[in-house]
């Protein structure tokens, strides 16, 4: 555990701010070890909530913040919320939110276990090329989105329901899946075995993708 994590964004080098301080009285705080997707002025990614309160989250980032950067958090339920990194320390930083919220009504409508990762993982735009394996025949593709357990590509002529696939996506190791939706233009996949979040991770802060 962090030093004084409980405390949730108010902590970190501006804890001995009088008016740190104040922000945290009214507020309360939820630990909880969630993945969300934060949109950044270079991108999207992937961060790890810590803890959550009325008026902000503590996050694991897997690229540095900086103090003042504006943020967006995409929680599980599709519901963003802007705020403004207020401190950091390592890869963890402080956000506060623009608005306050309800923690216990926001938390009832994530539908949020304290200390469990969510089972549907955010999806990050990808916008690239990728070499996508059906059998022994092999096909360049366009991945839309990815996440943890599954991705959406521009579906060719040859894509169908309960087909098998492989891909390959520059800075990602392999992954196969099976089809499990299509409509005119695209198509989901969902992965045999899930991609380890540091692996998405990392790959989501270190690559410059167009999506």
Known sequence: MFENEKDGIGDGPAAGNPAAAER???????TVLRVARVVRAHGDE???IRNISSGGV???FYSAAQVGEHVVVEFKSGRQLEGEVRWTRGDT???EFEDKIDIVAFLAGEGDVAGQFDPRA???AVGMPAMMRSGVRV????VCDISQGGLK????ESTAIDQKLVFRIAGL???SGTVRWRDESYAGVAFDLPLPLETLARWAAETDRPG
């Open 24 to 30: 945290r009285g009214d507020r309360r705080h939820v």
């Open 46 to 48: 992937l961060c790890v």
């Open 58 to 60: 503590m996050a694991h």
């Open 93 to 95: 930083a402080g956000v």
């Open 122 to 124: 955010p999806r990050l």
């Open 139 to 142: 096909y360049p593709v366009q």
């Open 153 to 156: 590509f521009r579906a060719i």
């Open 173 to 175: 190791p392999p992954v």
